[in-house]
């Protein structure tokens, strides 16, 4: 095994939780202390970054109701991610924080001005997650009757970030002077309009805002479909991967990889994290109990649906648990449907849902203690090619146990084994990302 250390983020949103469990943090922690709580856990254990996912609205894409997205707590309730991710960057000292905002609702001027603020109040730790949303009840909360096709949002998406860049731009590193024998803040001259006008957007610009800390925010994105995949090896610093099996991730790093090197990128710049959900206890034994607990929920199908129909807008509630599906395509997110379908396996309906959140045999199953887990991260690791992991819980049920199964459980193993990092050596987060 390869001693090359793994990069982690962890993959949450700001959710009840596992709001049901005898040891849960009880459903109300809109205060925001549980996540502080949280991340500061993850700093201690040298995490790269925490993420905070975000969605806009409240499906009713499962059964054509948000009974069951309300019912289980599934993507709703869902409180705004920039006071967290303010109130997390204030009460840290390292670790990265990024928040998911879409091209589709923040005006680029207004994105530019809240993302270069939260560097600041980050210290250099902050990061965007750039997301184009895939859901018409997202897209109805914002003016239009449905979303745009998706080469569209992606051409709109291009065109967002390339503004929002330039708006990065519009303050010298040097314009700050605070002379105070002349009497000024900023020169003028080094502060300017950008003048943007493209196909989709209109901006005069400048920023009102000091320069970012990192000149811009670290890019975060998580693209599945080829086109997303091409979106992010073009934009992303990170990428939020999902893949089926060792091969399915090893191609998937791989063409991202060649698509960065045909933008004239470096690969090794982009840090691909696969989205895993890791079963952790004392023992193996234990580990699998658990597991088993959790699949013969009678809620667990219900639910493992409801989440892939609120991402792919597609009702699974329609289709026979116990067939195939037949083919489809979504205007949702693609890429998750591809990977939640498995085409060509000729798996149930239920076998999929049974699969969703890894919880059936597979050859990137991490469920065991947190040395039998550590040990098969790297061996799929050094498979894939690198270059780390997202951990997450199914449903995003958080809870305070699973946090510190994981930080003062699987990470001291990893790091016993050279697999992860027991300090920090950058100060940004994009140089955390860049360490190794």
Not at 78 to 89: E, F, G, N, T, V
Request: aromatic share 10%; proline share 6%; glycine share 8%.
């Amino acid at each position: 095994m390869g001693s090359k250390p793994l990069h982690l983020g962890w993959f949450m949103n700001f959710t009840p939780g596992e709001w049901d469990h005898p040891l849960s943090v009880g459903g109300s922690p809109w205060d925001g202390r549980f996540y502080v709580d949280m991340a500061q856990a993850l700093e201690r254990a040298c995490f790269d970054y925490i993420m905070i996912e975000d969605t806009l609205m409240v499906s009713e894409a499962y059964g054509d109701s948000a009974e069951a997205a309300l019912k289980h707590a599934l993507q709703v309730p869902k409180h705004d991610p920039s006071p967290l991710a303010a109130i997390i960057s204030a009460s840290t000292r390292r670790l990265g924080v990024v928040a998911t905002f879409s091209t589709m609702a923040y005006p680029p001027w207004m994105l530019a001005r809240l993302c270069c603020t939260l560097d600041h109040i980050a210290g250099g730790r902050f990061g965007w997650n750039i997301v184009t949303s895939g859901e018409d009840a997202a897209a109805q909360n914002f003016g239009m009757d449905q979303l745009p096709p998706r080469e569209e949002r992606y051409a709109m998406a291009d065109e967002y970030v390339d503004l929002v860049c330039r708006l990065f731009d519009s303050w010298d590193p040097d314009a700050v002077v605070m002379n105070r024998d002349t009497g000024t803040y900023a020169d003028y001259r080094k502060v300017r309009p950008i003048h943007f006008d493209g196909r989709f957007f209109k901006v005069r610009g400048p920023l009102n805002t000091v320069r970012s800390p990192q000149g811009r925010p670290v890019f975060v994105q998580a693209g599945g479909s080829p086109r997303g995949r091409a979106f992010a090896a073009k934009h992303a610093d990170s990428i939020i991967a999902t893949a089926n099996g060792i091969t399915g991730m090893r191609q998937y790093r791989d063409d991202v990889r060649r698509h960065a090197a045909a933008f004239g990128r470096d690969p090794d710049g982009i840090k691909v994290l696969f989205l895993v959900y890791p079963i952790i206890a004392e023992t193996d034994a234990e580990a699998y109990a658990k597991r088993e607990r959790m699949v013969a929920s009678p809620a667990f199908i219900e639910r493992a649906l409801a989440s892939v129909s609120t991402v792919t807008d597609i009702d699974f509630s329609r289709f026979d648990l116990d067939r195939p599906l037949p083919r489809l395509t979504t205007n949702g997110e693609q890429g998750s449907l591809d990977k939640f379908a498995q085409w060509g396996s000729d798996k149930t309906l239920r076998q999929l849902a049974m699969e969703r959140f890894g919880t059936v045999p597979s050859d990137v199953e991490f469920i065991g203690s947190p040395d039998t887990v550590a040990e098969r991260m790297g061996q799929v690791a050094d498979a894939v090619g690198g270059d780390g992991f997202l951990i997450s819980t199914p449903f995003q049920r958080t809870s305070r146990r699973f946090v510190v199964e994981v930080t003062e459980g699987l990470v001291p193993a990893l790091q016993r084994r050279g697999l992860a990092r027991t300090a920090y050596a950058g100060g940004t987060l994009r140089q955390v990302l860049g360490e190794f």
